[in-house]
């Protein structure tokens, strides 16, 4: 799954929420995720949601239908728990602090493809951050789908030592972002 996002939006919604753009587009793909229509979209299609990001957090998540996500993630509170909001240009000032999920939809709200299957992995923080790193030069994207890539490049060439494979898959994905 390939998600854009606004840069300037992920890099605020980080300083203000705590949460990143590039982890938090699993709750997308949450198989368990609540999902309804916003009410305070004022003529907009938006949803808001509640699922697990990837790296395993609950995020309320604001996200639009359609054109490059200019969506909020939050990280899921304690009741009454209170952060502050982003500037108020952008439109996360829209997110109530509570929303009714009694009429919800349960389920992705982007199926993932098939033969696709959900693990946890536990990866050295560098690697994950380089990946990381790399969806945000692409203006959004998807880490996982990045890590599968390099992944499947290994087993395809698996006579091929693992450091030249890495370092190849690495400068094609430098290519791709510039």
């Known amino acids: 799954m390939d998600v854009e996002w606004d840069p300037e939006k992920a890099t605020a919604n980080l300083r203000t929420h705590g949460v990143d753009f590039a982890d938090a587009v699993g709750v997308f793909e949450d198989v368990h995720a609540l ?3 916003d009410p305070q979209a004022h003529g907009k299609q938006r949803f808001v949601a509640v699922g697990m990001a ?30 502050p909001h982003m500037s108020a240009s ?8 509570e929303y009714d999920f009694s009429d919800a939809r349960r389920g992705p709200i982007i199926p993932p493809a098939s033969g696709k299957t959900r693990i946890t992995i536990r990866l050295d923080s560098d690697i994950l951050e380089w990946f990381r790193a790399q969806v945000h030069r692409q203006g959004g994207g998807n880490y996982q789908t990045l890590i599968n890539r ?6 395809e060439c698996d006579r091929v030592p693992l450091e030249e494979m890495l370092r190849r898959v690495i400068r094609e994905e430098l290519q791709r972002t510039h």
């Not at 990837?54 to 209170?82: H, K, Q, V, Y």
């Not at 952008?90 to 602090?97: F, R």
């Open 90 to 97: 952008d439109n996360d000032m829209e997110m109530q602090e």
């Open 150 to 155: 390099a992944l499947r490049a290994y087993i």
């Open 54 to 83: 990837f790296l395993g957090r609950c995020s309320p998540s604001s996200i639009p239908t359609a054109g490059t996500a200019s969506a909020s993630f939050r990280r899921a509170e304690r009741p009454g728990a209170s952060e």
């Open 35 to 37: 999902s309804r229509e």
